[in-house]
């Protein structure tokens, strides 16, 4: 899988080369050119990028609103889209802004907390240690898709599956045989892989993976087809991405 084009947008006063730091494994994807839409063309920032042998070209404009943001990764043919958003203004980005931009968008959508990667260790990269969130769906089997499409730049996979209802025995053994099978593909891929089966609310029990693992990402399908589906499944990922301490990668 190729990542050639990075539309990375933010509300912050100016961006932070942090971050870039931690995406430059993406270079092994075949990553270009980032475009910054943001208030400012920060001039140091394009220089360490260009060290790095990645150009960044900056698209005039101040507020990044949802329908700017998909409009310019449409013109821009991005790869993947990146929102930096500013933690004072978390509440009011989220309730609005990150709901649109994760309904709407047809890119996978990868969405940072300033000063909450949740990596540790600087040295640590974005992909060192991924939660895959799954129940199978086929917006879940396209993120495991994506993920095995990554596979030059991930470390370590940890594939979580979260039960909401009292299972029997033989539900157990079964979820076991279905996650494993994921789990036996990674091992195929040559990634290190392993699966867990938690119980409890979604939501709460991925965002309590991430943190049993020392994650640096999690990573989620989304697929909204009305107001039913968003509530059974859509609004677990909104509340991973609210909860979260870590980015959360959301592939549409």
């Not at 993406?26 to 042998?53: V, Y």
């Not at 907390?113 to 949740?118: C, K, S, V």
């Not at 053994?173 to 040559?190: G, M, N, S």
Request: proline share 4%; net charge neutral.
């Amino acid at each position: 899988m190729e990542i050639k084009k990075l539309l990375y947008a933010t509300n912050l006063r100016e961006p932070t080369y942090d971050l870039f730091e931690s995406l430059l494994d993406i270079k092994k994807t075949g990553l270009e050119r980032i475009i910054l839409l943001s208030e400012k063309d920060p001039e140091e920032l394009r220089r360490r990028l260009s060290n790095e042998g990645v150009n960044l070209r900056t698209v005039e404009g101040s507020t990044p609103l949802p329908p700017r943001i998909l409009e310019t990764a449409d013109r821009e043919h991005a790869s993947l889209i990146v929102a930096q958003l500013n933690r004072e203004k978390r509440r009011l980005f989220r309730g609005g802004m990150v709901r649109d931009l994760i309904r709407n968008t047809r890119y996978p959508l990868l969405l940072v907390q300033e000063n909450d990667t949740g990596r540790g260790s600087p040295t640590r990269g974005l992909f060192d240690s991924v939660i895959l969130a799954t129940n199978w769906s086929d917006s879940a089997n396209k993120a495991f898709l994506y993920i095995i499409g990554l596979k030059e730049i991930v470390g370590v996979l940890d594939i979580v599956y979260v039960m909401n209802e009292k299972p029997t025995v033989k539900d157990i053994r079964q979820l076991k045989e279905r996650i494993e099978e994921l789990r036996r593909i990674c091992l195929e891929e040559h990634m290190d892989a392993e699966s867990h089966i938690y119980a409890g609310r979604t939501a709460a029990e991925i965002v309590l993976a991430s943190k049993d693992y020392d994650a640096t990402l999690i990573v989620m399908g989304y697929n909204s087809k009305g107001p039913v589906q968003e509530i059974l499944s859509g609004s677990a990922c909104f509340r991973v991405v609210e909860e979260s301490s870590v980015p959360v990668l959301i592939i549409p």
